[in-house]
């Protein structure tokens, strides 16, 4: 009874409570008015958009519930929890257990398609790090170090070597910082080995760019002795390089050696390279033996033709005739490792693979195969120059020895290059086996055309060296034939014709060999001389301002270059040209004498007097040169400096009666009478009947009051009276002669006959330069001619100054002026034209 409760009286019990109470999810009234289920009914499945839930564990917590007393109060109880298959947080709930609940590949109810994401909006930005941190500037100050040393090495490949070791400095200090740091932040442990390697090595690399080689060693060192780096051993052979051009070749075998104990046979080119590298530091050093066990162990190794010409050197500098035979034979069998021209040549009709042969034609691959070929066999040609005299003999034998190996090797296109070194190599023995050298060149004529273009070029050279121009010219247009576009074949036969004087068509040759070859120099030369003979000095200038472009150096254009500009009357711009000459050459004393010449034109005495001095000092046997000198001293009232450029002159040109009376006026000039008196006696003895040296005899004598004055004067008279005969018969062989010639065009009538003169005979040495003939003519000289090949390319123009003077005779010694008389037309002997030699190919 104690657990029987009883219900108070005033409560009535009425049976039917509750059946007015609803499930408020029924509730029809409110239908209208609820969002989600209008919703559901416009959409074509009736599936719900997934809502939000403010209360977990309820589907429709975000709805208020409708209750029987008409409050709309969100409550979490049992009736509120979601029917199977509800959509809940954008996901279908399974409608079985079978199925677990998770990742469903079925689109959700409710959920749009999309793939990118593109309906979340952007992405929030990333956050900064923070860089105050230990770790963060660490990770920066490497970076640098990194940029520092990429930096260095892009200065070093675009040649820069200053800057580049400045970075690597740089780049040295930050890493140094970066250690340093590490360490106060307790993280040594990592520091970054292969940073410190690359910065080192570097540093060395640049100090041995910048020839800094001590420090460079010393870095080395650094690095070699740190066990903490692998393979830093290999280092010892840029070490034995520094050695080695230091020229300590004992330390630099010692280095090589110790890198070759530190490499393991796995890497046997590198192996290979440093006992190459033993061998050449041998050859330096005099050991010919030892380089020999080097090279010997390499081509028995891995054979290379650089290694095969070193032996072949070192088999000729110990005169091992045997050995040295085969060493060319191991080195004609060398193989290269290229492909065979053939290769390239198109094989059949199919565009697309003529098309492929076309572009791999000339690509790098190919290049590098040609130079190899090319460099291989220039080791051959220079070996069997080489030992060609010492394996035989005689130099035919050895050649012929070293040829016949050749055409029984890959290499034989070579043998013919070789019979043509051979002919040329008699030229240049000095033994004048010229026949010999012909012959072989003629064997050529019936070979294939590049050999036939060789050979007749060389030929056609040879001929024209022995000015023997018709062979000359018959070679050139043989070579011409075989091949149109060989430029030394045009150049000779433009050399034919040029000097045939046939100046128009030889222009055209040497035109023809610029197209088919536009650097080559002799074809440029040959055709700016061409326009200067034709006076076309514009289009020559032009020629020799680009030759001088390509030949900076040249002192051939540089003169030419002068010599136009003194021909178009810019006497500025050619002594600019000969200024830069005497760059080039400074002791060439025509140059300097030109110099002279120029500045003595423009009225600069003194310019003149220094560059004839200069002239005068590196070659002092040049008459102009003298004759300018001396004048210059009379001029300026030094005669007795004067006297020592004459003096030259009389040893000289001693037949020259000239000279000697320049030096007794010089003593007579400068008041040393008796030696003027006793230069005068020796000039007397030497050319008894010259009129001027008796008449100095008599007036010096009579002033000095001498005895011998009669006798000279007796004598002078005689020689006076002579020399009036002499021209009293010139005169009427004259008469006589014009008489004649009158007398038959008279009576011809015409002047159809050719007239018959005889020749002007310039005066005696004896007689005054102021002589004329009896119809006051003057005999006047003027000899052009072009230079040989062996003659030199300057030349001056020469002066002569008035030698004889006339002095009233008087009781009383009078100086009279003198001064150089002007040029006149019979002075002009022997103008040259300059450097006009032209150049064979």
Same mark, same amino acid.
């Given at each position: ?36 289920? %209008? !919703? ?17 564990? =309820? ?13 709309? $109060? ?9 029917? =199977?298959?509800? $959509? ?44 105050? =941190?230990?770790?963060?500037?660490? @990770? ?87 066990k903490m780096f692998n393979n830093a051993g290999r280092l010892k052979v840029n070490m034995a390089n520094i050695y080695f051009k230091q020229k300590n070749y004992t330390k630099a075998i010692k280095f090589y050696r110790m890198a070759l104990d530190q490499i393991s046979n796995a890497h046997n080119a590198m192996r290979i390279k ?7 530091? *041998?050859?330096?050093?005099? %050991? ?157 004529? @019936?070979?294939?055309?590049? $050999?036939?273009? +060789? ?5 056609? *050279? ?9 062979? +000359? ?35 055209? *040759? ?73 760059? $080039? ?70 037949? %020259? ?59 002078? @008279? ?19 002669? +014009? ?27 004896? !007689? ?6 009896? @119809? ?21 123009? %020469? ?14 010694? !009078? ?27």
């Open positions: 009874m104690e657990n029987v409760h009883l219900v108070p009286e005033e409560e009535d019990d009425d049976l039917y409570t509750g059946y007015n109470d609803y499930n408020p999810t029924f509730d029809s009234e409110d239908l209208n008015n609820d969002v989600g289920f %209008q !919703q559901a009914v416009r959409t074509s499945h009736g599936r719900r958009p997934p809502m939000t839930a403010k209360y977990p564990g =309820t589907a429709i917590g975000g709805r208020p519930i409708g209750t029987a007393y008409g409050s709309r $109060v969100p409550v979490g109880t049992a009736m509120g929890r979601p029917m =199977t298959g509800a $959509v809940q947080d954008g996901a279908a709930r399974p409608m079985t257990a079978v199925r677990a609940a998770g990742y469903s590949s079925s689109i959700a109810r409710g959920s749009v398609f999309d793939p990118l994401g593109q309906s979340k909006g952007p992405a929030p930005p990333l956050e900064r790090q923070n860089e105050d =941190t230990p770790e963060e500037k660490i @990770k920066i100050l490497e970076k640098k170090v990194n940029d520092l040393i990429e930096e260095s090495c892009l200065a070093h490949a675009h040649g820069d070597l200053q800057l580049s070791l400045e970075k690597a400095k740089e780049a040295g200090r930050k890493e140094r910082a970066l250690v340093r740091q590490r360490e106060q932040t307790g993280t040594a442990d990592h520091i970054n080995l292969d940073l410190t390697y690359s910065v080192l090595f570097n540093l060395a690399n640049q100090y041995a760019s910048n020839d800094m080689y001590t420090e460079a060693l010393n870095t080395y060192q650094v690095i070699v002795k740190n440093i006992m190459q590298n033993i061998g050449v530091v *041998f050859i330096h050093m005099g %050991q010919y033996s030892d380089a020999i066990t080097s090279f010997e162990y390499i081509m028995s190794e891995n054979p290379n033709i650089k290694t095969g010409f070193n032996l072949i050197l070192c088999y000729y500098a110990i005169g091992d005739r045997e050995r040295m035979k085969k060493a060319f034979q191991k080195l004609i069998c060398v193989p290269l490792g290229i492909d065979d021209e053939d290769k390239y040549i198109p094989a059949n009709d199919d565009p697309h693979a003529n098309m492929v042969i076309e572009a791999i034609k000339n690509d790098k691959l190919h290049q590098m195969e040609r130079d190899r070929k090319a460099l291989a066999e220039k080791y051959i040609m220079t070996s069997a120059k080489l030992i060609a005299p010492a394996i035989e003999s005689s130099f035919a034998a050895g050649f012929d020895w070293c040829v016949d190996m050749v055409k029984g090797s890959q290499y034989v296109e070579l043998a013919n290059d070789l019979e043509i070194n051979k002919a040329i190599t008699y030229l240049r023995q000095r033994d004048f086996k010229q026949a010999e050298a012909v012959e072989t060149l003629k064997m050529f004529e @019936k070979k294939d055309s590049r $050999v036939k273009s +060789a050979a007749a070029t060389n030929l056609s *050279f040879l001929y024209f060296l022995e000015k023997d121009y018709d062979q +000359a010219d018959r070679y050139a247009e043989l070579a011409m034939s075989a091949d149109r576009y060989n430029p030394a074949a045009l150049i000779n036969k433009g050399n034919t014709v040029f000097v045939k004087e046939d100046y128009e068509k030889a222009a055209e *040759f040497y035109k023809e060999a610029l197209r088919n070859d536009s650097s080559c120099t002799e074809a440029l030369y040959n055709l700016g001389l061409t326009y200067k003979r034709l006076g076309r000095l514009e289009e020559s200038l032009d020629c020799f301002l680009k030759l001088h472009a390509i030949l900076r150096n040249s002192a051939q254009v540089m003169y030419q270059l002068a010599n136009l500009y003194e021909m178009l009357e810019d006497p500025h711009q050619a002594i600019e040209w000969l200024m830069q000459l005497t760059s $080039v050459t400074p002791t060439d004393a025509q140059v300097l004498a030109k110099l002279g010449d120029l500045y003595d034109n423009e009225g600069d005495k003194s310019q003149a007097f220094q560059y004839y001095y200069e002239s005068y000092r590196y070659f002092p046997s040049n008459i102009s040169v003298i004759e300018w000198l001396g004048a210059y001293y009379i001029d300026t009232q030094f005669c007795e400096k004067a006297i020592q450029y004459f003096e030259r002159a009389t040893l000289i040109q001693p037949t %020259q009666v000239k000279w000697q009376l320049m030096v007794a006026s010089c003593y007579r000039r400068s008041g040393n009478y008796q030696k003027a008196l006793e230069t005068y006696k020796d000039i007397h003895r030497k050319f008894p009947e010259n009129v001027e040296c008796l008449r100095f005899l008599v007036r010096l004598c009579t002033d000095m009051g001498l005895k011998e004055v009669q006798d000279y004067a007796t004598k002078l @008279k005689k020689v006076e009276k002579m020399k009036e005969i002499r021209e009293q018969r010139v005169r009427s062989g004259r008469e006589s002669s +014009a008489r004649g010639r009158r007398e038959g065009s008279a009576g011809s009538g015409s002047s159809s006959s050719p007239i018959n003169t005889p020749p002007l005979r310039a005066s005696d040495s004896g !007689q005054s330069n102021h002589g004329t003939s009896a @119809k006051g003519e003057r005999l006047s000289i003027k000899l052009k001619t072009l230079p040989g090949s062996n003659e030199p390319y300057e030349a001056s123009t %020469q002066q002569e100054i008035d030698a004889s003077y006339v002095d009233p005779l008087g009781p009383q010694m !009078q100086r009279p002026k003198t001064a150089a008389r002007k040029r006149t037309e019979e002075d002009e002997f022997a103008d040259e034209e300059l450097g006009d030699d032209l150049l064979p190919e």
